[in-house]
T-cell receptor
Framework: GIQVEQSPPDLILQEGANSTLRCNFSDSVNNLQWFHQNPWGQLINLFYIPSGTKQNGRLSATTVATERYSLLYISSSQTTDSGVYFCAYTGGFKTIFGAGTRLFVKA | DVKVTQSSRYLVKRTGEKVFLECVQDMDHENMFWYRQDPGLGLRLIYFSYDVKMKEKGDIPEGYSVSREKKERFSLILESASTNQTSMYLC?????????????FGPGTRLTVT
């Protein structure tokens, strides 16, 4: 099955800094989601992005399906951005999650 | 906005009790899912349902059952709770059409079995 790898596993930022999180997949995919899991445990949808680029405020994402990767950009980070970021691919009824990038933004 | 709600944020139960976790979605989604999340193990699929009264086992169904009597509601049942079922439980839903792969999650239930 398709493998999903995320990097870096951990990231510490000073408030205001920018960052790029990466998601690599082992084969071509036709769908991809990015989630933010907040400190209370809820998984919040950030982007559904099978290809191309999307932006939502300080966040943007780009998926290059032919090269098997997706990137999540966080600009001007805030302490509320802390948490774990997951990318995920769904095949049939099974969703494969990456291991996540744990982000801590310092005030 | 899609809204998925779960009946409890925190739950403490005793070993051997029967436990019901409820999940409700308001977007008329056909598909609903139950996951558990444990440190170091990620999210694991317990059961899913693609229609009313239909259910399929996920990767770790042992010790669990589910019920889907109405389209909007998907219940996870722990027939006899055990301490190894202490975990974070997450419910999700998705449509069968359009962006069928886009899942929406509820806030989660942290279950502790003592």
């Amino acid at each position: 099955g398709i493998q999903v790898e995320q990097s870096p596993p951990d990231l510490i930022l000073q408030e205001g800094a920018n960052s790029t999180l990466r998601c690599n997949f082992s084969d071509s995919v036709n769908n991809l989601q990015w989630f933010h899991q907040n400190p209370w445990g809820q998984l919040i949808n950030l982007f559904y992005i099978p290809s191309g680029t999307k932006q939502n405020g300080r966040l943007s994402a780009t998926t290059v399906a032919t090269e098997r990767y997706s990137l999540l950009y966080i600009s001007s980070s805030q302490t509320t951005d802390s948490g774990v970021y997951f990318c995920a691919y769904t095949g049939g009824f099974k969703t494969i999650f990456g291991a996540g990038t744990r982000l801590f933004v310092k005030a | 906005d899609v809204k998925v709600t779960q009946s409890s944020r925190y739950l403490v139960k005793r070993t051997g009790e029967k436990v019901f976790l409820e999940c409700v979605q308001d977007m008329d989604h056909e598909n609903m899912f139950w996951y558990r999340q444990d440190p170091g193990l990620g999210l694991r699929l317990i059961y899913f349902s693609y229609d009313v009264k239909m259910k399929e086992k996920g990767d770790i169904p042992e010790g669990y059952s589910v019920s889907r009597e109405k389209k909007e509601r998907f219940s996870l049942i722990l027939e006899s709770a055990s301490t190894n079922q202490t975990s974070m439980y997450l419910c999700a839903s998705s449509s069968s059409g359009g962006t069928a792969y886009e899942q929406y999650f509820g806030p989660g239930t942290r279950l502790t079995v003592t």
